[in-house]
């Protein structure tokens, strides 16, 4: 082959791969025309996604990326809820570990009777994961916002207590940790509600007409034999033996529990800090003293002077702290029975140890639930104001 011939054959093969990179450029900056700079997608009202889902509204917005609420064209234009993930790798490969949760919890939970939120497809759609979900109404939290932070009467604590023990236990039995438990991520199925009169408070309050309830956003649930986070959880609802980097496992959404029914109860979050030692300080103010056994295992012995909290009350912290925590069972806000066995149930969820905190199946069994035992219960007529 002459020279002539050769300098041909390379020009040609060059010629093919500019093409092929021209080609893909052009792809990439067609994506990326889709995307915001933080990797959202990019959409308005009526876009249709992989001809099936058109969308109708935004929901929400995170940090992982946005819910949409979409019709479904492939099943009968019902509602659904899209959550799309941004078009950046570490929150693609999250939303991947989230499908492999969601694909269990369908798999052992195909008549959805265990109160956790069902994925009903999913897809890639340029970059972004797509997971579509029943459509669900206003997480827990929103609902108590919108209450101006006024409590939940008794009977529905009691019903979406059971409610929630009774999903994360079902997740512990599969082997599974939630770690994000928090009233953000339980939602209403229905968040409808009635306007009473509340003659206490001199106002009227929403009150939400029914109690179901679903566990929503497993990005964060961890299988027992995955590797565990040192840090996990939403601050508020962080247990002592993650602070204190002693190690974790199903426990930990125990305690995050006891802290969620706090928070129904009184309209208040039991734990309002955002730094280690403060959150411990009130976990002490209400709890008594930081078992030593904990603390002699403990990484952060940063947070201790001779094996007690490094603490000074008098402090502009520590003045802070008392005024905004007192021993737990002062929070009571009647004598009666049931309010008793709430706190008592609240008491062994927030047990320092671990291993000597109550597992959930106890916690189903506790006199505290026994109004509703034996019967199925959707709390409706809650419109009763006892408390």
Known sequence: MGKTELYSLFKGFLDCICLCLSRGSGKAAEDSKRDSENGHLIYKSGDILEDRYEIVDTLGEGTFGKVVQCVDHSRGGSQIALKIIKNKDKYREAAKLEINVLEKISENDPPNKHNCVQMLHWFNYYGHVCISFELLSLSTFDFLKSNNFLPFPMNQVRHMAQQICHAVSFLHDNKLTHTDLKPENILFVNSDYSLIYNAEKKCNERRVNNTTVRLVDFGSATFDHEHHSVIISTRHYRAPEVILELGWSQPCDVWSIGCILFEYYKGLTLFQTHGNKEHLAMMERMQGPIPQRMIERSRKQKYFHREHLDWNECSKAGRY???????????????????????????????????????????????????????????????????
């Open 321 to 387: 702290v008392k005024s905004k925590c007192k021993p737990l069972r002062e929070y009571l806000l009647s004598h009666a029975t049931e309010h008793h066995h709430l706190f008592d149930l609240l008491e062994r969820m927030l047990e320092y140890e671990p291993s000597e905190r109550i597992s959930l199946p106890s916690a189903l069994s506790h006199p505290f639930f026994q109004p509703l035992t034996g019967r199925t219960h959707v709390w409706r007529n809650s419109c009763d104001m006892s408390r």
